[in-house]
């Protein structure tokens, strides 16, 4: 190009606004995902935590709840007992998100239906499964006769971007030519005191109020902080009358979990593990305070005539200033812009963060160019600039094989196991979250290392516990040696992060566990494109979960399964504890400690527990029991020994019926 020619300035100038305009239209998706980002860092990292509406408090399934009551899901005449406090104490409605699809008794459902419908101000949820267009193929929703005691249904979907956040909740979801609204609508309506809602193509009419959304009926959610912003009330308190009645009265309650272990935890802009319920909490929250966020065709407009405006202005300086006096007034500019863009956000629309600051860089970067190849006459290279890299991933086996992404599954041949520490609860109540978080983690982590190299695959944690296993998704002959020899290096593991903790005065973990091989099904369950998660199904894996609960009881540190000890008994010690029955089976399993490797010596008190497991399997009362006073009095903290000392008591004095088999029945999971 000539340097005399007048048209070429302009020209680029065109070209650099051009180029951004058309990624703007065509909504990149590189792009959009930034955009996206800086959605949350105007919440988390700008804006912070607002105080919420003191119409709203939620009533927390908490471990707290769970300690008190027992293991979650519990019976119906909980809530039943929860309904009648709150109706007391004068809420002005409660909404569950939860739902009751099967049946519990028919007395329990219908004392439960009769609590909904005598409060008369309960909203119940359903949930709706998706098509890949996003049209409702199915839903589930709690039993007919309590869901037609309810004051309404509210749908509990959160459909989070592809990023995992949720930023949007669908008010309204048609399904069988209905508009089902979302719970947290509901709750806006209740605490409104609304009863009709008018749906348009842009609005939803509440009353006077008109809750901008987008075609499809979303709604961007304004967030009011971390978890814990809204006033929390344990389950558990309320039920047993801790919670003072006046800090109910007339506040709109929402009902949800809020344990890890639960597993209702979302992502949002402010946290990682947020519960559901807080953002039907949050939607509720935003109708009711008229706190909006706008993402319309105005806003769009704003965004273009931006780009317009910074990027012209860009490439004027870049003409009329050298560069190094230009880039910093550029800088600035853009910055400046950030800054109008977050004011605008607080003022309810969300415009552009990351295009018209674009504009000034792409024309930075063209008018600059052209000033130092052209208008300069340099012969010097320009540096060739970026916004990112991407750096592409190793495709390692399971991604080649196609039949292993896909929904659906395998039979497999496994060895599953599941660990958790030690009073871990009891840990936990008497410790800050922040010292329980960084405890756990490095715990999970030093174990999720050991676990790699026996080359065993973690499935999930819940909460302090860890489920691994080995033998899926590919085929491992010795699945069951590799599981008990990373048992025996996790315990030795423990013990060096014990003497660790030690040294820095902190107190050490102990863990438990239980480990079954057998067969399961193995593969992809979820929804292609949304949510899949490779996982093992089957008795098997039950097996492995019931003996780590048994573990508890025997007092040892891992129960090892028949199967296992069958694989591994020609390397592996073991001693044989009992002969139970988990809940929901009828044919028995032979359950035992892992002790350690056969070449290690055989103390003088195992060898003479299985002497008296044997009188005890005759029925020799005496001689047993004589056998387990010698073991305890040797090893006094023994747990087994004690147990089968007590046996022999009772057995003494009661003895078992002629077809006493010897087997124990587990009466908890």
């Given at each position: ?168 909740n669908k008010l309204l979801i048609e399904a069988d030519g209905k508009l ?217 086996r399971l991604e080649k094989e196609h039949e292993v992404v896909r929904i ?215 001689d047993a029991r004589k056998s387990f006073v010698f073991i305890l009095d ?36």
């Open positions: 190009m000539h340097r005399n020619s007048r048209a070429a300035p302009f020209l680029f100038a065109f070209v650099s606004v051009f180029i951004v305009i058309a990624l703007y239209y065509n909504q990149n998706s590189f792009l959009e995902a930034f955009e996206a980002k800086t959605y949350d860092l105007r919440f988390r990292d700008l804006r912070g935590a607002i105080p919420p509406s003191a119409d709203i408090a939620i009533v927390a399934i908490d471990d707290k709840s769970i300690a008190e009551l027992g293991r979650f899901p519990w019976t119906r005449t909980q809530y039943v007992r929860l309904i009648e406090r709150l109706t007391t104490a004068g809420a002005k409605a409660l909404l569950v998100d939860a739902f009751f699809p099967e049946r519990e008794t028919a007395s329990i459902d219908r004392a439960f239906a009769a609590a909904v419908r005598k409060a008369g101000n309960v909203d119940l949820a359903v949930v709706f499964d998706f098509d890949e267009q996003l049209r409702v193929k199915s839903s589930t929703h709690t039993l007919p006769e309590i869901e037609k005691a309810a004051a309404g249904i509210g749908h509990i979907n959160l459909l989070p971007e592809d990023d995992g956040v949720n930023r949007r089902v609204p979302s719970l947290g609508l509901l709750g806006a309506m209740a605490a409104l005191g609304e009863k009709q809602f008018v749906p348009g193509p842009f609005d939803i009419g509440l009353g006077k109020r008109h809750i901008p959304v987008e075609g499809n009926y979303s709604m961007w959610i304004n967030y009011t902080g971390k978890p814990g912003n809204y006033p929390r009330y344990s389950f558990t308190d309320i039920v047993h009358g801790r919670a003072d009645p006046a800090l109910l009265k007339d506040k709109v309650i929402f009902l949800g979990a809020t344990a890890l272990g639960i597993y209702d935890m979302r992502v949002t802009p402010f946290d990682k593990n947020s519960p559901g319920v807080e953002i039907h909490a949050t939607v509720a929250d935003d109708i009711i305070s008229e706190r909006f966020i706008r993402h319309t065709g105005l806003e769009a407009l704003f965004d273009m005539a931006l780009i317009v405006v910074l990027g012209l202005v860009t490439f004027y300086l870049t003409m009329r200033l050298r560069l190094h006096v230009a880039i910093p007034a550029v800088f600035l500019l853009s910055s400046g812009y950030v800054w109008l863009s977050y004011w605008i956000f607080l003022q309810g629309h969300w415009v552009s963060m990351i295009y018209p600051p674009m504009a000034a860089m792409v024309a930075l970067s063209i008018g600059g160019s052209f000033r130092y190849l052209v208008l300069d006459r340099s012969a010097r290279e320009m540096r060739t600039m970026f916004s990112s890299y991407l750096s592409p991933k190793l495709v390692d659906g599954g395998d039979n497999k041949v496994v060895t599953v196991l599941f660990t958790d520490i030690k009073g871990f609860t009891t840990f936990s109540e008497s410790r800050s979250p922040q010292e329980v978080v960084t405890r756990l983690n490095e715990y999970l982590g030093t174990m999720v290392q050991v676990i790699d190299r026996f080359d065993g695959t973690v499935d999930k944690f819940i909460g302090d516990g860890i489920m691994f296993y080995w033998g899926a998704p590919f085929a491992q002959p010795d699945h069951a040696k590799l599981a008990v020899a990373c048992v025996l290096e996790m315990k030795k593991e423990m013990e060096r992060l014990n003497a660790k903790w030690a040294v820095e005065g902190l107190e050490p973990f102990s863990i438990r566990g239980g480990a079954q091989s057998g067969d399961v099904v193995a593969g992809n369950v979820g929804s292609l494109g949304k949510k899949m998660e490779y996982t093992l199904i089957g008795d098997t894996v039950n097996q492995a979960a019931r003996l780590e609960s048994a573990a508890k009881y025997y007092g040892v540190d891992f129960l090892i399964g028949e199967s296992t000890y069958l694989l591994t008994r020609d390397i592996y010690r073991y001693r044989e504890l009992d002969k139970i029955r988990v809940v929901g089976k009828q044919i028995p399993v032979t359950i035992y400690e892992l002790l350690g490797a056969l070449s290690e010596p055989l103390e003088k008190w195992i060898a003479k527990f299985d002497e008296a497991l044997k009188f005890y399997r005759a029925r020799r009362w005496e040797e090893k006094p903290e023994d747990r087994p020994s004690k147990i089968y000392f007590e046996r022999c008591e009772h057995y003494i004095k009661n003895p078992p019926p002629e077809k006493w088999d010897g087997v124990i029945n587990r009466s908890d999971k």
